[in-house]
């Protein structure tokens, strides 16, 4: 990496938890009114890569952790106690399992 990505854009109100592929920069954004999204980056080049990202389901209000093996990200909503898992690059919700 050639460098920080020293100033998130402004459309980012809460930046809670990030995640790396290796290739993008994967940023959570816990709004503090709408839906939580996920933001990305390149890794390199530090652009924004709008086209990657996308907007959780509105019930998931409290989504404070993200993680992906490559075709599933999984979030943890603290709220309801949930883990909550999405295809990958669509973001379609895969399944629900409740913690214990």
């Not at 920069?25 to 933001?39: E, I, P, Q």
């Not at 509105?58 to 990200?73: A, E, K, P, Q, V």
């Not at 943890?76 to 883990?83: K, L, S, T």
């Amino acid at each position: 990496m050639s460098r920080d990505i020293e100033v998130l854009d402004r459309v980012h109100q809460t930046p809670t938890d990030i995640w790396s592929d290796g290739k993008t920069v994967w940023a959570l954004d816990h709004a503090a009114s709408g839906a939580d999204r996920v933001f990305a980056s390149e890794i390199n080049g530090c652009q924004r890569m709008e086209a990657s990202e996308f907007e959780f389901d509105r019930c998931n209000r409290f989504l404070h952790g993200i993680w992906s093996y490559g075709d599933t990200l999984f979030a943890v909503d603290e709220q309801d106690r949930h883990i909550l898992s999405y295809n990958m690059p669509d973001a379609t919700q895969a399944w629900l399992a409740r913690s214990s």
